[in-house]
């Protein structure tokens, strides 16, 4: 009898320590996977930047959305899938008194209106209707390449928006509106034909969260730089050009992501963060229900950059090299 | 409520037939199997099987030599149609079959099988091929998929390339360092050798058209590491994805066509960067030196050999070895097509295609799955239509609009009609033109809708317009209401 009961104790050690192994691969085989589904699966980034107010005193809008469009690019998204649409022209009005020039910093410290800014959509182009035609599509056949959103279903987009808004509206040229739901319903028209894997919503206008209210589809997620009933403020003038230069909630997004770099992990509640009340005097807000990954777990450079993924191919096709082509010719 | 038909011959040879034969040769079968992919859809395969014996030729065929031989001498005697397979069933002892391969997959629709001990495992081994040959259930289950997540499918599922009517193909040749190399490569002729072929067969999937442009000075996103033991610069597998980014911005596209780029670059390290190798995860240099990205593309680093001389002149000349960086971007144009040959059971031995670039039943692996694909893409454009036009009452339909919709779901039915009597290549050609029609339909400019009217935007816009105007007229007409009134009195009151 005494010699079974140490065996007995051998024989469970032994399963003890060969289910711990398994369990430990097993583990790290979940663990797998699971980072795997909490990856974004898309395999291409869009940008699609808009600015719609005109007139001189809103250059703080066309330098915000040139601040953008600076990090997008610098964060790797190609001019071919950004879709720039500006306003107006501040770099060449004639008020401007450092022609050529757009800056985003008082004592024009940055200019963000370098030699490779690809405006898709200048001055009078930048209305409603053809803001709805780029995102649902039904764009007429003449329309260059650089002109279309050609996303596809594996696509993340980033749309910013600034300009002066109120409570469900944004005013796009002093002399239309887009309402939220239009807004909404352009959103699920996009959804229903696939056009984006998922889509980040930044409005930067006075009520921004008005915006975001009404919207539907999956896989949205939007920021505001105001709730509805407050005013999102202007950060600082500069008295040598006369104007304000930057909205304060982009100000300090951009500072945010001077600091990202395309390899950087970090993820969205970073950016919930961005603007507290202190910095901002509004009070930035943002909507993920119907994001269906943890904000956690989403990258910035998910929307903000291109990083696309990559497979070694380990596979070869054995071509001879000989002539057969050679008697066609 | 799909319903696939694959005609499927299986051809005994003398001496190969299982004792187990439930009926005498030759007789038909069909086996059905239900593919659940989700609530809404469903998809029944159906094996249309005809099991007969060889004919006098066949036999004569299957006397060659190897089994590479026989396939080539079989391949005539074949009525090919897309999408058929023909499978022939040698017996156990053969030497046709190399020792411990069953089954030869060979590169047009036929495949050679040894036979097993009965028929179980003949059916079981006959299962197994059609899967590989046609289509298994997760190939049809990735190309239904919606982009919605169900929980089956994980976020890597749909990363071939999406069903189009035709794609551009450009090779870019990327010299960063100009001064120590003088790069030629003759693409022209490399494509009209071997990617034409390969683009020719795959004709019948889409349209192709290949261009190609020399870059200079166009240098990677990462700075390679420095290898002591090698002696040779890596790349390790976590910096590749950086690695496209800078490129990407230079590499320009066609700006008319509206079709998916497909982009392969061939990158000539700097001399102060030679030679170049990509470490995989184990930190093993790759065999073919290449990573490919989904629906993007493919990259190949060429390593120049450094000039042992030193007396040796800058620039060097380098003649591009276009065979051997065409077999990559070949396999890479395959992989991202999703035809790999990587999952293969071990006692399955295929044919490699040669020039062609991919077998018969590889393109029509290709077109079952573009096909359903298409079908679906065409129910959902057409259902979401007809939610819009539902929703908001005053879009109004053209009439070219409405004739569009019609052609979608007539060549919509008659694919899936062709789908279920198991002829492939008109099924494919209808659900091409489906979907041509559908996206015409969907996206026609003039169904934009502009018009969403709040009711309280309706009251602040109509009331201040129509009320004073409305105030004096309605008094004026309750004047004269009275006045009548008081006129029908007056008549009494005179008498």
Redesign the interface.
Known sequence: MAATAPDVCWVRAAAALLLGCCGAALASGVQDQAEQFFRSGHTNNWAVLVCTSRFWFNYRHVANTLSVYRSVKRLGIPDSHIVLMLADDMACNPRNPKPATVFSHKNMELNVYGDDVEVDYRSYEVTVENFLRVLTGRIPPSTPRSKRLLSDDRSNILIYMTGHGGNGFLKFQDSEEITNVELADAFEQMWQKRRYNELLFIIDTCQGASMYERFYSPNIMALASSQVGEDSLSHQPDLGIGVHLMDRYTFYVLEFLEEIHPASQTNMNDLFQVCPKSLCVSTPGHRTDLFQRDPQDVLITDFFGSVRKVEITSERVSLESDLAGFESK | QFQLTVPVAVVFAPGSVPGDLPRPLPFRDVQEMEIPVNLRTSVTSRYETVYRSTTAQENIALHAATAQEADAALHPLQDALLGSLTVYVVSETSSLLPQGINVYVGKHRSALVRAGSGLATLHSRLQQLTQVMSFTSSSIAAALS????DGQL??????HL?SSLGYEITFSLLNPDPKSHTVDWDIEDAV???VQPVLDKLSLVANFSVDSQILYYAVL?VTPRFDKESSSFLLS?H????V???V??R????????Y?VLNFLLYVPERSHSPLY?Q?KDGAP???N???????G?I?VYNVETPTSPQALFPLHVEVDM?RV???F???L??LFGL???ELPTEFLME?P??E?LADWELDRLLWAHTIENIATVS??LT?LA??LD?IGNIVIKDDVASEVYRAVSSAQSAMAKLAAGHLHSAFQASKEAVTSSERA????S??H?L?F?DDQKFAIYIPLFLPVAVPILLSLAKIVRETKQRKKEPTKMD
Do not use: C
């Not at chain 2, 919606?146 to 997540?149: A, H, K, L, R």
């Not at chain 2, 290449?290 to 993007?296: I, N």
């Not at chain 2, 969907?442 to 400019?445: I, L």
């Open positions: 919606d982009g919605v997540p994980g976020p890597d599922a749909r990363r999406k009209n050798r071997y996103g597998t910096s590749l994805p950086h496209i980014n800078p990407e911005a590499l320009g596209s066609s700006a008319t066509s509206l998916p990509i995989d790759v065999s073919t290449a990573f490919h990205s989904p629906r993007w493919g190949m065979v065409m077999e990559v070949l396999a890479q395959r992989l790999s040959r990587e490699s040669g020039n670039g959902t454009t979401s939610q819009l929703k969907f996206f026609d400019p169904l934009l502009l969403y709040p």
